[in-house]
Nanobody, 126 residues
Framework: QVQLVESGGDLVQPGDSLRLSCGASGFSLKQHAIAWFRQAPGKEREGVACLASSDASSWSAGFAKGRFTVSRGNTENTMFLQMTRLRPDDTARYYC???????????????????WGQGTQVTVSS
């Protein structure tokens, strides 16, 4: 069964760091563009960061630049989102996504990605 499963979501305080993980089963993330999205209550899902299948290009949302980093794990079926200096407005459900031989178009449209996880909740609150 082909699926992505996120983990690592938690309740944290403003200024904290958190690393989200995404594991792929049934396929390898090698040669896949990998990306993270998020959806806050009452808002549309938005792209956070992306790394192209070739690793030669990437994209990050303005709010993510300098704070969030997407990366691949040492194995071929893991990916991460390292988040630092978290703020209350980062509270959202975070989703990982992947696309075979994909790139990272500006804004990373959701339709560019075929594989999706179910999400993991991140809450930033004091």
């Amino acid at each position: 069964q082909v699926q992505l499963v996120e983990s690592g979501g938690d309740l944290v305080q403003p200024g904290d760091s958190l690393r989200l993980s995404c594991g792929a089963s049934g396929f390898s993330l090698k040669q896949h563009a990998i990306a993270w999205f998020r959806q806050a209550p009452g808002k549309e899902r938005e792209g956070v960061a992306c790394l192209a299948s070739s690793d030669a290009s990437s994209w990050s949302a303005g709010f993510a630049k300098g704070r969030f980093t997407v990366s691949r794990g040492n194995t071929e079926n893991t990916m991460f989102l390292q988040m630092t200096r978290l703020r209350p407005d980062d509270t959202a459900r975070y989703y990982c996504a992947a696309e075979y031989l994909g790139g990272c178009r500006r804004g990373i449209p959701e339709t560019d990605f075929d594989y999706w996880g179910q999400g993991t909740q991140v809450t930033v609150s004091s």
